[in-house]
Each structure stands twice: as structure tokens, then as C-alpha cells.
């Protein structure tokens, strides 16, 4: 008998891979030959093409946004929550494109790649990207797509940031820009705690100054220890004190430092482990220093205004009132600065006690007013 | 369109910038923006009307006003326009001052506790007044700031503010003889546009 989906579910999906063969300048003054990227998509696109939105992920995302890939598959995509028919990206309205960013370890090319220049995997010598060099790249994705122009770019966090560098590189090629959880750019602390979890990664002795792959081995306990302090950034206060207080794991203290007696360091022990499993370190470096240079007001003297008057998107922007990584203040910012620039914007600062984490987590007044946003889109 | 809009939007001119605090479903801007191509934001902290204005296609930003208006640049708008909320404000005599530095003219609606319905209720009562209108108990009530239309004057005066334009109509927004008359005694909402 054949899995039965949720009705509200894309069901299943399957990756695909397209070449660029056109090599990409990037910021940093080299440039990738050639390159892939690993992309899903949901829905149909219409005969006007009118109707396409770009799904931009965040720091640990990829291109395996919505539905499973396999009947047997435990959980969906991770923003099932949000695309699909009847939900706040409505699959049954829009042609949803979600990919993989270069640099990524999820099938996009990126230090796990092979180096045509050497013949091995680049690990370190991947060259660091911007948030910019992954819009450009997005935007030869959708050439080869027939997208000329998208219904909206949609992302959260460092997904968010990617739609509003959209919004500024190609003006012309989105008509909605909505951005979830995220800032005009980082401060000092966001700095900090990524420069925490690159040490972590760094000074791991099995990363071997990212050469890690010829050597056969995983700097696992730095990838461990940097996803730990990244994932205390973001839960909140009350989100962790809910589910863990202080409650132990064992019966009793033990008075000793290698016992996990806390359920909360259990958790974070989990979690650490089981990314490391999965994620690439020199991705997770690549990734925290595309955000910590983010920075899209810096060629207008900080004057982020100004840097959005040639804009000519509508935007919606989200915040979760308990995110203390890109607290609502910051995604105020950019509301303000919007406002400022004259261009029409909606801000929605969404009661929540998960923390960074809401935009992931489909609560109702969320899904209610990012789906009454989605659904005035004209396609 | 509720009557005080009615009246209000033919206060605002043609294609001129708007910020409408506490704007509700966006019912004023989303007319203004289609008749009168008026670029237009509004300020709402009811999540429910907040959906009513993304349904609209009217910008809304989700903001409680005792908040201030220090997220807005002096000068920015054309008009600020405020209806039946400066009673229910923590502050509204900075509030007003905040308008004024952000807008050139403000258009603002409030009721007026001097009509001759409510002296009589706390007359021959002795207790606050409560209405259709004002229904609330005294403890349990977003209107925490009453006051007349004098009183009101006399803060614009305190202000250095100059009232443009006031009218005086009743609950139901209709204009009547009587309330041009003796405003503060039978006006029961004043509309009010005020400028520096």
C-alpha cells in the first residue's frame, strides 16, 4: 500500500542538480569555474512564469525545504511547516524553488567538493563567500530556471539576509521580499558567538587546517562544541527553562565534571553530536563568516536608507519577540529603514517563547499573518 | 467606510504621505492609497486587524503607540492621523508633540467627556459615565485618558499648536447644528486638524 501524505504536505520530492559552467566572480577577487547547485521545487510554475518563490536558507539549511524524500523518511523538508497547499506558501498558488548555497555540504559544490585544480577536495581552500556572491549565484539559477523575475524571495535568519541583498542586487527580479528573523547586519555579540564556534572548529586537532578529508578524519568535537553555543542562541531563556529547568538526568549529583547530569547539557550534547554527524566544518566556518560580513549599508557609509532607495519590492518582515540573536529590534531596522527609503513594508512582531528558533516553528498568529502576507501576492 | 474616515479623508490631500496610528483593518489607507494615491503606513498592535490590513495590501507595522514614534524620522509624513485613540494612551501629550515632530498636520478624533450625556450620568449618577459607546467599567477600561474639547484646546495652546479645522458630530459622525453651536456641551466626538 502506498504512504498516505498529509493533504497539506507537498509529499514526495526529489533533488535536482544543475551545472553552471560560466565561472562566478565572487567578493573575495577569486572566482569558481564551474560549479553545481542541488535544488527542489514545489507546485507548477504558470505559463507566465509569474508565480515562482525563492526559498533562501539559513546557516545549517539546504535545499530540502518541504515534503520527503522517501516514504520511509522520519521527518519532511525543514520548513514543511510553512509550504505546501493550504499553508503560508501556498504550493497550490506558488512555484516554490529552494536550493542548496554554494559552499553548502549538502550536494551544492563547497569544500567537500573536488578541486578541479588539484583533483581533491578543496576543504580549505574553498574560497570564502558573501551573501552576495550567493544571491548572484541564485540569480543564475533562476536564469536557468526561466525565472525572470520572482513572486517573492522568502528566507529566515541568514535566509533573511539573503532575500534583502536580493532586494538591493536585483531590483527588478522580485516583487515581494520577506524577510524572517534576521538583521541588516550583525552586532558585536553575534560576532562573538561566531568567532567562539570557529575556534571550536579551528583549534579542534582532527581539523587540520581544513584539510581534515585527506587526513581521514572529522574535527567532530569542534563542530560539536560550535553547534552547542550556536544552538544556546538560538532558544530562549524561557523556551530552555520550560523544557529542561534544572531538572537532572541522574538521580543525584555526582560532584565530578564528566557526568552529564543535566538534561540540558544531555540535550546539547545531542545535538552537538548529531550535527557533526552531518555538517561539514569548513561549510560551518564559511557559513558564520558570510554572515559576520554581511553588511549591505557599508557602501553607503552605514546609511542603510539609502542603500534601500533603489528597491522596488513590497517587504514583510517578521520578528519573534523572545529572539535574542536577531532580536525584534533589528528586524525594526530594516522596517525603519524601508520606511524611511518610501517603500512599502509590513512588520509583524510575533508573541513567541522559542526564541530564533519561531521561524521554524509554525505557531498560529505566525502561519496566520505570514500566510494572509503570501496570499495578497498577486502571481 | 466608518463616518469619521469619510470625513477625515477629505481632509487629506491627493498623493500625500500618510501615518495612521492605530489604523485598525486599514480601511482609511487602503482608501486613500486607491483614491487618492496616498503612500500610506499604519500603526497597529491588534494582531487580528493587523491581518485585516495585510489583506488589505496596506502596510502595517505591528506597534504599540505608548511605544512613541522615535522610530520615525522628523518630517516624514505629510499628515499623522490618530482617531478615537488618544484617550486610550499612556502619554498623549507627548504623543501629540511626537506627531507633530513626525507629520506637518495631524487630523485626530476623540470623545469628548464634556457632552452633556456624560455630565448628566455623573450628576445624577455618581458613578462614571457608561454608554453604547463607551462601555467600559472604570477599572477595566483601555480609555484611561478622557477629556473635553477644552481640554484638549488648552493642551494644543500649552503645545503652541494651532488648530486648523474642528468639528463637532455625534456618535454617529453626523454634523447637527446644535454641537456647532455649543461643541464642548453637545459635541459628542470632536475631529480635529492641528498643525505646528
Given at each position: 500500500m502506498p504512504t498516505v501524505f498529509a493533504e497539506d504536505s507537498v509529499g514526495l520530492v526529489s533533488p535536482q542538480v544543475l551545472h553552471f559552467k560560466e565561472p562566478l566572480p565572487l567578493a573575495c577577487g577569486r572566482q569558481l569555474a564551474d560549479y553545481e547547485l542541488v535544488y527542489e521545487t514545489y507546485g507548477m510554475l504558470n505559463a507566465e512564469r509569474s508565480n515562482a518563490v525563492l526559498i533562501c536558507h539559513a546557516l545549517s539549511g539546504h535545499h530540502h525545504a518541504a515534503g520527503y524524500h522517501s516514504p520511509d523518511d522520519r521527518k519532511p523538508g525543514w520548513w514543511d511547516s510553512c509550504i505546501g497547499p493550504g499553508k503560508p506558501i501556498d504550493t497550490r498558488k506558488f512555484f516554490v524553488v529552494s536550493l542548496n548555497?554554494?559552499?553548502?555540504?549538502?550536494?551544492?559544490?563547497?569544500?567537500?567538493?573536488?578541486?578541479?585544480?588539484?583533483?581533491?577536495?578543496?576543504?580549505?581552500?574553498?574560497?570564502v563567500l558573501t551573501v552576495e556572491d550567493w544571491v548572484h549565484s541564485q540569480a543564475r539559477l533562476a536564469d536557468a530556471l526561466g525565472i525572470r523575475q520572482w513572486a517573492a524571495v522568502v528566507g529566515g535568519s541568514l535566509g533573511g539576509m539573503q532575500a534583502l541583498q536580493w532586494s538591493i542586487s536585483h531590483p527588478e527580479r522580485l516583487r515581494h521580499c520577506v524577510v524572517i528573523a534576521s538583521a541588516p547586519k550583525l552586532s558585536a555579540q553575534n560576532i562573538a558567538f561566531n568567532?567562539?564556534?570557529?575556534?571550536?572548529?579551528?583549534?579542534?586537532?582532527?581539523?587540520?587546517?581544513?584539510h581534515f578529508q585527506e587526513q581521514g578524519t572529522i574535527p567532530k568535537r569542534g563542530l560539536m562544541l560550535a553547534r552547542m553555543v550556536g544552538h544556546i542562541t538560538y532558544l530562549s531563556d524561557d523556551s530552555m527553562g520550560e523544557k529542561f529547568g534544572r531538572e537532572l538526568k541522574t538521580d543525584q549529583l555526582n560532584y565530578d565534571f564528566h557526568s552529564v547530569?543535566?538534561?540540558?547539557?544531555?540535550?546539547?550534547?545531542?545535538?552537538?553530536?548529531?550535527?557533526?554527524?552531518?555538517?561539514?566544518?569548513?561549510?560551518?566556518?564559511?557559513?558564520?563568516?558570510?554572515?559576520?560580513?554581511?553588511?549591505?549599508?557599508?557602501?553607503?557609509?552605514?546609511d542603510l536608507v539609502k542603500t534601500l532607495e533603489p528597491v522596488k519590492a513590497d517587504f514583510c518582515v517578521i520578528s519573534f519577540s523572545t529572539d535574542w540573536r536577531f532580536s525584534p529590534a533589528r528586524s525594526r531596522e530594516i522596517t525603519d529603514a524601508l520606511v524611511g527609503a518610501k517603500k512599502n513594508v509590513s512588520y509583524l512582531e510575533i508573541e513567541s517563547a522559542h526564541g530564533h528558533d519561531a521561524f521554524l516553528i509554525p505557531s498560529p498568529r505566525y502561519i496566520q499573518g505570514f500566510g494572509r502576507y503570501m496570499n495578497r501576492i498577486a502571481v | 467606510?466608518?463616518?469619521?474616515?469619510?470625513?477625515?479623508?477629505?481632509?487629506?490631500?491627493?498623493?500625500?504621505?500618510?501615518?495612521?496610528?492605530?489604523?485598525?483593518?486599514?480601511?482609511?489607507?487602503?482608501?486613500?492609497?486607491?483614491?487618492?494615491?496616498?503612500?500610506?503606513y499604519g500603526l497597529e498592535r491588534d494582531p487580528d486587524k493587523i491581518a485585516q490590513c495585510l489583506d488589505h495590501g496596506v502596510n502595517v507595522i505591528e506597534q504599540d503607540l505608548d511605544q512613541g514614534l522615535d522610530h520615525f524620522a522628523d518630517d516624514s509624513f505629510d499628515v499623522v492621523v490618530m482617531t478615537q485613540t488618544l484617550q486610550a494612551v499612556h502619554y498623549p501629550d507627548r504623543l501629540l508633540r511626537d506627531m507633530l515632530r513626525v507629520g506637518k498636520t495631524c487630523i485626530i478624533t476623540f470623545p469628548n467627556f464634556g457632552h452633556w450625556r456624560c455630565r448628566w450620568y455623573l450628576a445624577r449618577q455618581g458613578e462614571m459615565p457608561r454608554s453604547e459607546f463607551l462601555p467600559y467599567t472604570w477599572y477595566n477600561t483601555p480609555n484611561i485618558h478622557f477629556c473635553t474639547f477644552r481640554d484638549f484646546e488648552a493642551l494644543c495652546r500649552e503645545q503652541q499648536l494651532r488648530v486648523l479645522d474642528r468639528l463637532a458630530v455625534d456618535r454617529d459622525h453626523r454634523l447637527g447644528a446644535l454641537a456647532r453651536w455649543w461643541p464642548n456641551l453637545l459635541g459628542e466626538i470632536g475631529i480635529y486638524r492641528v498643525t505646528r
Open positions: 548555497n554554494l559552499g553548502g555540504c549538502n550536494g551544492s559544490t563547497g569544500p567537500g567538493s573536488r578541486n578541479p585544480e588539484t583533483g581533491r577536495a578543496y576543504g580549505a581552500d574553498f574560497p568567532e567562539v564556534a570557529r575556534q571550536a572548529i579551528l583549534t579542534d586537532p582532527d581539523f587540520h587546517g581544513g547530569e543535566f538534561q540540558v547539557e544531555s540535550y546539547l550534547r545531542y545535538q552537538g553530536e548529531e550535527f557533526s554527524g552531518r555538517f561539514d566544518a569548513n561549510t560551518y566556518l564559511l557559513m558564520t563568516k558570510a554572515l559576520d560580513y554581511f553588511d549591505p549599508a557599508a557602501a553607503h557609509d552605514g | 467606510m466608518r463616518a469619521d474616515l469619510e470625513i477625515i479623508q477629505e481632509w487629506i490631500p491627493a498623493g500625500s504621505r500618510v501615518l495612521d496610528l492605530g489604523c485598525g483593518g486599514g480601511e482609511l489607507l487602503a482608501y486613500l492609497r486607491d483614491h487618492k494615491q496616498v503612500h500610506g
